[in-house]
């Protein structure tokens, strides 16, 4: 790849820049306005029930925004990454071998929560945008890897009180971070995802069917150029051209009914059915075609005791297309000591569809864990181990190891400061491929001011 | 001939308020006076049409009274305490419109100087005031659909623990896609 292949990493501190936007497909623009339709829309339907929401909230920090509170807030991060990027041996010689270069990244994250509580109606809305600036203070040159991310998660539950409820929900993210694990290197993602569901309860409420449906989309961006020292990449996860990762833009959709019956107040069992289909908007010539899914599970959730909660679920997916019919499980165990603290241990299975192959089976390990003491400091330590085998396609297994732990410590209402250690690794058959194979170690410090 | 059928009628909504009476379980209503029926004949004329207005006017009142416990059992649609006021207030509305005639009966009688009469009449509104004083603390102690269904002196204490998650534990959120984050590499660099 020549220095005309390459596409420029951002350095527009707006999102995506002008320069962004016009290499965007036309669909992401659709996606940013109907996100941002949506949004306005749940807001203007929240204006109705004002004289009912809770005035609970008025005690609270934020600004009084019509029926609730307006929370504004800056998280200033200072973050060591010894994987921030590749870079070659030989600064002078492009065309080195690559190894993996240290930073320090700065993130500048403004944004806001807005919270309308009540106890028919409910709304939530956190928005931020986030400029992520690699310093160049440890790797020169690193500045060019700087980008904008930004995130969105809306929320809207109406009418709870009574047999139909009526749910909403949109999450939109822009950055590093895709939320398909087969793809074989960096890339930007923008991602929006929309949910609907009408949960209905007959009678005295202890049965509950919960009709859903998901609707998501996600562009990706070139960010990354592939330099033949970045190694091979598994077939059908790699675009022809690094800079154009287009061809596995996606649209998923998926829907189904869930039945809860809660034989106690706080106990349920359940039955969840869902069908998860997707399609590519433009796909490479010979690239793997999606597989879909139908997924039945079975089991119960809730308490066991004041202290002991449980999901317990298993069953079966049935793939078409390629993708894989296997068992589908989880199992998790929660241990609540006391109102402000959790322990949960759980193991999962489950199947998705994955770029570059029909589908993708993860068996998860994890273990969660948070705690809030003396009323200002917060601990959480989360540990996740995640094996995937691709189904049809790449035909191999990556794992994925992470854990992250450290405290929060709330100097003042307005004022939090955090830090914490992040170690994260990921493995894959395919040894060669450089964005496959990392170990990342990650300390942070974060000032969080917030009204 | 209409002044017995009047005493009949009076017997008989005497008997038929003395069953339920039962049933409820009241407080024990006081005699009938038999004392004052005795001595009707001693007391004079112009008494007699006074206490006889009196006793009216009361009946009168305690009528309003047991439609205000009407109103509040309609009101809580408490269909068991409804009934047994209902029937306190047929039995008040009775021996009130009996009253009113013997009242008017007395007038004539003393008018006539028919003193057999007058002391009939008198006697008739004087056993109906005390029944119906009789219905009035009946009427008061109609107790409600709760209350038949349960002890009076139940009290339910419900015990929550303390620690309980806030959030719906039987509505799990969906273990979300792993998700990674590969380091770029760029030529550029």
Redesign the interface.
Known sequence: ???D??V??EEDPVLGGPGRLRRMPPHASRVLWLGAALAAVSVQAQTAPVASVSSAAGDNNGIRFGPGRLHPYLDLELRYDS??????VNPAD?ASA?E?KPELIMHFRPGFRFDVSGTDTSFGLNAFYDYVWYTGALTS??A??SRSEAGADMHGEFNREGPVEFDVGDSFSRN????D?G????VISLYNQLRLTVPIRPGGRALEFRPHGEYAVEFFGS?????P??GACPAGTCPPTASDPSSADYQQYSGGLDV?W?FLP???V?FESSYEGRSYFHPAAGAVPPGSLLKLRAGM???VT??I?V?LKAGYAIGFSGAASTFIF?T?GTW????TS?VTLGV?R?V?PSVGAAS?T?L?AYLNSRTFIIGRLGLHLNF?Y?L?SFTQGRGQQDQ?FSIDLGPEYAVARWFIVGAGYVF?K?TSDYASS???N?S?NEAYLRLTFTY | MRASFQLGLLTALTLLGAAPARAQEPVKAPKPNSTQLERASDVPDPEKIRRSNAAVSRMRSVLTEVLGRLEDARATKDVVKLNCVNEKLTQVKGLLRISEQSDVALQEAVGRKDVTAAEHEYSKVSIARNKVEQLRNEAEQCIGQLAFRTDENLTVEVEVPSGLPTEDPTNPKSAAPPTSSPPPASPIL
């Open positions: 790849m020549t220095q292949d390459s420029p990493i994987a921030a990027l590749y870079a070659p492009p690559l993996l040159g690193s060019d890897a590093a971070q895709p939320h694990i793809l074989g290197l960096a960010y990354s150029g592939l330099p020292g970045a809860h809660k706080q106990t349920a359940l959730a809730g308490l004041p202290k909660q999901v989880q998790e609540l000591p006391n109102e959790a999962l489950d998705d993708a993860d998860r996740a995640d995937i994925l994260s990921r450089l964005p496959l990392y990342r």
